[in-house]
């Protein structure tokens, strides 16, 4: 039990450097909203916990030619709190400010939100739709990885042993571009969404939609980028009959579980309608 | 194993503490500092009866480890009370009963402060969404919220 260390290092590479020459587990902690959960609850026991808040990166907002690269630890109530993020990208934030309560909010982040891998992550969807793509440090140096190739299955990711999410990128954001993220709960807070979608869609000067992202939450073992969906919109003018191809497609790319919380038919047919309503705020910003 | 030493200020005063890196900040505060106003309802994020401010952000501190708090600053509900004169708040929730068993109190008055400070005239839909991480199974919810209303509105009036 005793033998758990802390370790908060101040750099990347040390970072880096301690999480590689762990013996046993060890874990980033972030805001720790996941992490002291399962602590607790003996779903993980490491013998290693990095906390990365002191390392400046993860935890600043910065923007360089209308790049966003936001800490993958900062917390959620920061983010939204920056009023030039906020209104860059209100889908992303928005979705990231769903989680949990006022207290989670004051440590939740975007990079715990991703890392924990739960196929119903709020902000999830909302990043992917956006093209977000995340700086992963690691011993060997960093890479870029688009954020729906970070997730593999619940509680799985790609990252190797060593690597952590350092920054995620957001890009720079197209004239008409608008994004969006709705889910679906029973209650109106703290609860875990039984489907979202995350839209995000740009259109030209005479309103044609020319590019799409739609990503559906929680109707799969992770979140789902549907190129089809997003072929629905692209083209049209996201008009009744574009709407109703994207409902179609967004049900087609379901998979989800049957529980308690949601039946599998009803997930896959509130898949379609909230890529409708996601699609329908996603246009009123882009057009404003 | 060496216990972690940790340097730290709690409603303005410093403070040092030992620790072992399993206790959560919750922990740390109830049983080694003794400052038990904090409470454990769930330990696990869903109730906030473990609010309390950790450099200016509301938190809960069953989900914040106890050496994290190195170099930190704390607010609990030990430090809200200006002596003998209650906060505001706190007098309010007694004039209108907002406490039965009282388990949920320090948290909804850490939370429902850190609200009036960041929005000292909210809507009674922002103070409900505010503290709707602070469960409580007694009072139904409805004095709590008009007790942090009627406390802004006093506010400003003087
Ligand atoms: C009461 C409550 C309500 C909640 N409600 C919601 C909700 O509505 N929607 C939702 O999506 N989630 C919800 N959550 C889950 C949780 O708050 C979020 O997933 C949160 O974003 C996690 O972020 P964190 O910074 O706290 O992560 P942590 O707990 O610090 O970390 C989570 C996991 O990711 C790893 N990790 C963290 N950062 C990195 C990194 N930079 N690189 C690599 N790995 C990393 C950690 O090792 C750990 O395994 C809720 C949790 C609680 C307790
Ligand atoms: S004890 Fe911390 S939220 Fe319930
Ligand atoms: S007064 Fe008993 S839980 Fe709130």
Known sequence: ?288 | MAKNHVTTTINGEPVEFLCETQQTLLDVLRDELQLTGSKEGCASGDCGACSVMVDDRLVCSCLVMGVEAEGSSIETIEGMADGENLHPLQQKFLENAALQCGICTPGFLIAAKSLLEKNPDPTETEVRYWLAGNLCRCTGYDKIIRSVLEVAAEAKGA
């Open chain 1, 1 to 288: 039990m005793s033998a758990l260390q802390y370790k908060a290092p101040t750099s990347v590479d040390e970072a880096a450097a301690l999480l590689a020459g762990a013996s046993g587990e060890a874990r980033v902690l972030a805001g720790g909203t996941d992490l002291l959960v399962q602590l607790r609850a003996a779903m993980i026991a490491p013998e290693l916990i990095v906390d990365v808040k002191h390392i400046p990166e993860l935890t600043s907002v910065s923007v360089e030619d209308g790049v966003y690269s936001i800490g993958a630890a900062a917390a959620s109530a920061e983010l939204h709190e920056n009023a030039d993020l906020f209104a860059m990208w209100p889908g992303v934030i928005e979705a990231m400010d769903l989680v949990g309560s006022t207290q989670i909010q004051g440590r939740a982040s975007l990079g715990g939100n991703l890392c924990n891998a739960s196929p119903a992550a709020d902000s999830v969807p909302a990043m992917i739709a956006a093209s977000a793509v995340c700086v992963i440090a690691g011993p060997n140096g960093t890479r870029e990885v688009p954020v729906e190739d970070v997730a593999t299955g619940p509680g799985q990711t790609s990252l190797a042993k060593g690597e952590f999410v350092v920054t995620i990128r957001l890009p720079k954001k197209a004239p008409r571009t608008g994004d969006a993220y709705l889910r679906f709960i029973p209650r109106t807070e703290m609860d875990i969404a039984v489907v979202g979608v995350g839209v995000c869609l740009t259109l030209d000067e005479g309103g044609v939609c020319t590019a799409a992202r739609v990503s559906l939450g929680a109707v799969a073992a992770r979140a789902l980028l549907v190129k089809d969906a997003a072929d629905a919109l692209i083209g049209t003018k996201c008009d009744d009959a574009a709407m109703a191809n994207l409902d179609a497609a967004a049900q087609a790319a379901c998979s989800p579980i049957n529980d308690k919380r949601g039946t599998i038919e009803f997930r896959t047919k509130v898949a379609g309608v909230l890529a409708r309503r996601a699609t329908a705020i996603a246009l009123e910003r882009a057009r404003s």
